[in-house]
């Protein structure tokens, strides 16, 4: 069966780092988005990166863009975001996202409703 299980959260002081990662298992076929969304208690859960897997085209929300990078191994089946000059506001829960659809027009997909699969998510937290 197919599995994302995020790795790497955790508490860090504002300027600091972090590295995400999400182990993608059971696919067949690999699948065509992987994102990155996040989510705080009473909000809804947003994409802040997201990429087309076979392809080069990626999506940065507007609070993460020049800060945060998400990349892929298609070879070791792992999505990961790296988070620079993290800040209070980037505390929130970290959810991995797959989509095996595969939409008209090659396009990326942006909404939560877009992906099949989830990850478990990971805390993340910077004081």
């Known amino acids: 069966h197919v599995q994302l299980v995020e790795s790497g959260g955790g508490s860090v002081q504002a300027g600091g780092s972090l590295m995400l990662s999400c182990s993608a298992s059971?696919?067949?076929?690999?699948?065509?988005?992987m994102a990155w969304f996040r989510q705080t208690p009473g909000k809804e859960r947003e994409v802040i990166a997201a990429m087309i897997v076979s392809g080069t085209t990626v999506y940065y929300h507007d609070s993460v863009k020049g800060r945060f990078t998400i990349s892929r191994d298609n070879a070791k089946k792992m999505l990961f975001l790296q988070m620079n000059n993290l800040k209070p506001v980037d505390t929130a829960t970290y959810y991995c996202?797959?989509?095996?659809?595969?939409?008209?027009?090659?396009?990326?997909?942006?909404?939560?409703?877009?992906?099949?699969?989830w990850g478990q998510g990971t805390q993340v937290t910077v004081s």
């Open positions: 059971g696919f067949t076929p690999d699948p065509y988005c």
């Open positions: 996202a797959a989509s095996t659809t595969y939409p008209s027009g090659g396009s990326l997909i942006l909404s939560r409703a877009g992906y099949n699969n």
